[in-house]
């Protein structure tokens, strides 16, 4: 359930309901592909770090370790022992990224495995039966994500055959969800909105899915090559046409900067690799934005990377001992940045989600933006 506790212009306000508990939002999901957040973070500091709910990848568990593995444990919760809500990616991405090792028909995508070359089948049931024996709160549609800037007949042919694949996912969800010996028979799904850069087509597809009358809606596609501009457009243009009573979530996206303005367009749900990836590469988040801890000015630093942040590296070491941890390649390093970074969005969502309710969004994004372009810290 999906319940609107306040609006600020077009930016909402909200909590959302599911059988692993709820979920404010605007919200940030931390990524965790494998059912790991890459640089040694375990489910205890996500804890600790003021995270609501994970996402992890229905392709690569299905691949490693196997999706009958993991309902043999118990489902992806008890598995990496999380009570809170987890987010599952169909595998539609993957038929985006993985061009050279895939074949895509009617009946679904032909893969061979990234990890050892075997060859793999999914359609729509099967990722419906993947993310069911996951166990996963929020179920994603498989669908075809086509490059964002692909000819116009490639991308409606596209559009219609996801639309079809998320009438079948729909159906063996409803089938999955019965079974006596579905582990979570709560399990919800969201449909995905496509359609590249032209806002023509989003709108009939989202027109279409929304009529099927599912309990969140997605909008995959963006960030995949198109400028910021376009990808604001896009949520311009197509977000007016999707439910007010679902939640509305932007995959794959973003910077702090995408995550304001998507905000600022009515989005809910935000996930990205960007904050554990730059911190594995000891770049870290701040109010006065991204700073590189290898560089040298950092040598003798005794602040910790941002002052006043609540984080577990922040609370205890300075720049200078990350660094050094870094440069000696000591994991530990990778570690502290990868926890400051989910923190800072954490706490930035936190921050948005109080601005929408005292009615102050646009004066916060405007504060917050040109903080974090002022480079003033570095």
């Not at 392709?59 to 370790?65: A, I």
């Not at 995959?220 to 009573?245: C, I, Q, R, S």
């Not at 939640?247 to 960007?274: H, K, Q, S, W």
């Not at 990836?277 to 000891?282: D, I, K, L, Y």
Request: with cysteine; hydrophobic share 35%; net charge neutral.
């Amino acid at each position: 359930m999906y319940k609107v506790i306040a609006k600020d212009g077009r930016a909402k306000r909200a909590e959302f309901t599911t059988v692993h508990g709820i979920v404010q939002t605007p919200v940030f999901m931390n990524v965790g592909t494998a059912a790991a957040i890459k640089g040694a973070v375990a489910t205890s500091d996500l804890e600790q770090i003021k995270t609501q709910i994970q996402l992890s990848n229905t392709y690569h568990l299905h691949v490693r370790p196997g999706d009958e593995i993991v309902k043999k444990l118990g489902g992806l919760h008890k598995f990496m022992s999380w009570n809170k809500p987890i987010l599952t990616d169909s595998g539609g991405f993957q038929v985006f990224s993985l061009t050279n090792l895939r074949k895509i028909k009617e009946e679904g995508v032909y893969f061979n495995s990234h990890v050892d070359g075997r060859k793999i089948f999914m359609g729509p049931e099967q990722s419906m039966q993947i993310q069911s024996n996951l166990a996963s709160t929020i179920a994603m549609a498989f669908d075809e994500c086509p490059p964002s800037h692909a000819e116009r007949s490639y991308i409606e042919a596209s559009v219609n055959r996801t639309y079809r694949w998320l009438e079948r996912c729909k159906t063996e969800m409803d089938r999955l969800n019965s079974l006596p010996n579905t582990i979570n028979n709560k399990q919800m799904l969201f449909g995905i909105n496509q359609g590249g850069v032209l806002p023509d087509i989003r709108i009939e597809h989202a027109k279409r899915i929304r009529e099927l009358d599912l309990e969140g809606y997605a909008i995959g596609g963006l960030a995949v090559g198109e400028t910021h501009e376009e990808m604001y457009n896009v949520l311009d243009e197509t977000v007016p046409y999707l439910p007010e009573d679902k939640p509305v979530y932007l995959m794959g996206v973003g910077t702090p900067a995408n995550i304001l303005e998507a905000v600022d367009r009515g989005v809910d749900f935000f996930d990205c690799v960007y904050p554990s990836r730059n911190g594995r590469h000891g770049h870290v988040y701040t109010n006065f934005g991204k700073i590189n801890l290898f560089n040298a000015k950092y040598e003798l630093d005794d602040r910790p990377i941002e002052p006043g942040c609540g984080c577990p590296a922040c609370q205890r070491y300075s720049r200078a001992y990350i660094r050094h941890l870094l440069k000696a390649k000591e994991m530990l390093g990778m570690r502290l940045c990868v926890l400051h970074n989910l923190y800072f969005y954490n706490t930035m969502m936190e921050e948005i989600r109080l601005a929408i309710e005292e009615g102050r969004y646009s004066e916060y994004k405007k504060h917050k933006l040109e903080g974090m372009e002022s480079g003033r810290q570095d």
